[in-house]
């Protein structure tokens, strides 16, 4: 393999500009679809400027995971189809080079992805979500009673539903209070009280209500049971949230919020015949597949991009992001079967980059001996029977 040094920078760098606009483009898709939960918090809470801005920080390394390698590819094949268009794939073409001279810049190019994905996965994904949780809890715990909407159902503590009919402004009592607590999987509390107030200890990670005069409706769904009590005073304590050192030492932790050592750790001692111990495995080798996804898309878009012409600039980009598409499918029935134990979650990771690669390599080589891309062939005879049958169809619906 020759490697020319010159043209083999000129070929990184040209790969850099659409890296970047592609990884902004992206970026702003992906975060547009927390803006809802990023509005609720706004709206509920009164979240100012800087807080926001700090959320979504916190939510970019969790979508930088798929965003990077996607950027990867799409950059790879937007610079092959500039060159091919302006004629300069050719021009190499006929200076000898053929597509394994490409390579070198690519690979390159997919390694610089594939640290950065890495060290997102690895190190910014924990980060991130143990952040965006305890800004979340800090917002909430100090604004509760902004949160606290009158005739509306709020859900904000875990496993309780609260229902004020009204709160006055200056005293902050709260008047006819509906709680249904379902914190016990084997009980059902439902209480009713007329009056209550709350209190927020400083520095404190729960809230306590103090409910006056009410009724407590205890619903026992283990042994079929009923109690019913009244109360002229009942203090009920509640979480808004648990912070990450609670969440790390219960039995509902994360995956996406623990370290590698820690996923490491907890896979070395949890019982492996549990959906918990698959999730966690299936999280694990996420975070090395999705990385290694980097080489798989770009040696993907390597073919497309220099057997395209200029003519087909618009069809090798779609053709890119079908695969993508392909991929991300293949990802998320690895991930869903994975956790459920279908099949071992090792497989359920990486076999889409085995067939991305694979496909990848296999049009490399069928470019390298100058043969159209099967997928070229596959386009080409359903263009031609779409084309028939919208013939067809024209024909009969046009008669009289």
């Not at 009724?215 to 203090?235: A, G, M, P, Q, R």
């Not at 991305?356 to 386009?379: A, N, P, W, Y």
């Amino acid at each position: 393999m020759r490697f020319n040094t010159t043209i083999t920078r000129y070929l990184f760098w040209e790969m850099i500009p659409p890296f970047l606009i592609n990884l902004v483009f992206f970026t702003f898709i992906f975060l547009m679809t927390r803006i809802l939960e990023i509005t609720n918090m706004v709206v509920n809470y009164q979240v100012n400027l800087s807080a926001v801005l700090l959320m979504l920080v916190y939510h970019l390394p969790f979508f930088m995971i798929y965003i990077i390698p996607m950027a990867v590819m799409m950059s790879i094949l937007i610079t092959l189809l500039r060159m091919s268009a302006d004629n300069e794939i050719i021009a190499l073409k006929a200076g000898g080079w053929s597509i394994s001279y490409f390579l070198p810049p690519v690979l390159f190019f997919c390694l610089m992805g594939c640290v950065l994905t890495g060290w997102m996965s690895i190190y910014g994904l924990p980060w991130g979500r143990n952040a965006f949780r305890e800004l979340i809890y800090e917002k909430a715990t100090s604004s509760l009673e902004v949160g606290l909407k009158e005739r509306r159902f709020n859900d904000a503590f875990q496993g309780i539903t609260l229902y004020v009919k009204h709160i006055d402004s200056r005293t902050k009592k709260l008047q006819n209070v509906f709680i249904e607590d379902r914190r016990n999987t084997n009980l059902v509390s439902a209480i009713i009280a007329p009056k209550a107030r709350f209190y927020h200890p400083p520095n404190s990670p729960t809230f306590t209500f103090r409910l006056y005069n009410g009724s407590i409706n205890h619903v026992d769904i283990k042994n079929n049971s009923n109690t019913y009590l009244y109360f002229e005073t009942y203090d009920l304590k509640l979480n808004m949230m648990p912070s990450s050192e609670t969440t790390r030492n219960s039995d509902q932790i994360d995956e996406e919020e623990m370290t590698l050592s820690e996923l490491r750790q907890y896979l070395d001692t949890a019982d492996r015949n549990t959906k918990q111990y698959n999730v966690a495995l299936t999280e694990f080798h996420r975070k090395f597949s999705v990385p290694i996804a980097c080489f798989a898309l770009g040696l993907l878009a390597l073919p497309f991009g220099i057997n395209s012409r200029q003519a087909k600039r618009s069809y090798g980009l779609l053709l890119g992001l079908i695969f993508f598409l392909i991929y991300y499918v293949l990802l998320s029935i690895g991930w869903i079967l994975g956790e459920a134990g279908v099949y071992p979650p090792i497989i359920g990771m990486w076999v889409p980059n085995a067939v991305m690669g694979g496909t990848g390599l296999l049009f490399i080589v069928r470019t390298q001996k100058e043969k159209s891309l099967i997928v070229d062939e596959v386009t080409i005879a359903l263009w031609h029977w779409l084309i028939e049958h919208l013939s067809f169809l024209r024909k009969r619906f046009s008669a009289p």
